[in-house]
């Protein structure tokens, strides 16, 4: 399948470019972007490597992350990165996440992004369900997800070793006639 990128008021959803590299390794090397993922502060090296594994994916393929780069229409710069991901044993659910500059935060983008995302996810790619999980500690996730209607669905205890540690971590998910429904 082939992709067109995606349009918001403000944001382009695309594929990520090699000449992204240095916008992506500014927010994906910041300790605080990176705080509750599953991945440490890229290096350049890392950042490279990525780019280069993503920026020809498509979507829809089962099992494998579609990652696309989130570009400020305002300045051409790429300030965060979102993904979606078919589940590999039933297509018909997918997984989405998001990251975003540090500097880009809390202006209403990632919110911008996902449902940009989620509207593709469940229009042009008739998906039924969209999961995420987030560290219950990440409190700006969390109202994320909740803003875009996602119910919590799970409360998982102590239940992953992250970064050194025990971590919980919460279950959303939406289903596609709540998602359109609330969309009309």
């Keep these: 399948m082939e992709f067109t990128p995606l349009e918001t008021s403000r944001l382009i959803l695309r594929s990520l470019e090699?000449?992204?590299?240095?916008?992506?390794l500014a927010y994906r090397s910041n300790a605080e972007v990176a705080r509750y993922q599953y991945w440490e502060p890229f290096t350049l090296a890392q950042a490279s490597k990525y780019i280069q594994a993503y920026k020809n994916?498509?979507?829809?393929?089962?099992?494998?992350?579609?990652?696309?780069?989130?570009?400020?229409?305002?300045?051409?710069?790429?300030?965060?990165?979102?993904?979606?991901?078919?589940?590999?044993?039933?297509?018909?659910?997918?997984e989405i996440g998001c990251n975003l500059a540090q500097d880009d935060?809390?202006?209403?983008?990632?919110t911008e992004a996902l449902t940009c995302l989620l509207d593709?996810?469940?229009?042009q790619l008739t998906v039924h369900r969209v999961a995420a999980i987030t560290d219950c500690e990440n409190v700006?996730?969390?109202?994320?997800?909740?803003?875009?209607?996602?119910?919590?669905?799970?409360?998982?205890?102590?239940?992953?070793?992250?970064?050194?540690?025990?971590?919980?971590?919460?279950?959303?998910?939406?289903?596609?006639?709540?998602w359109l429904g609330k969309n009309h």
């Design 18 to 24: 090699q000449n992204d590299l240095a916008d992506f």
């Design 57 to 94: 994916n498509k979507p829809g393929i089962p099992g494998e992350w579609f990652q696309l780069g989130i570009v400020d229409k305002a300045t051409n710069r790429l300030i965060g990165d979102c993904a979606l991901k078919l589940d590999a044993v039933d297509p018909r659910n997918a």
């Design 105 to 110: 935060q809390h202006k209403g983008l990632a």
């Design 120 to 123: 593709y996810a469940f229009r």
């Design 140 to 178: 700006a996730s969390v109202k994320l997800l909740e803003r875009l209607k996602l119910r919590r669905e799970g409360h998982f205890v102590k239940n992953v070793w992250f970064k050194g540690e025990w971590g919980s971590e919460y279950s959303y998910a939406i289903l596609e006639e709540a």
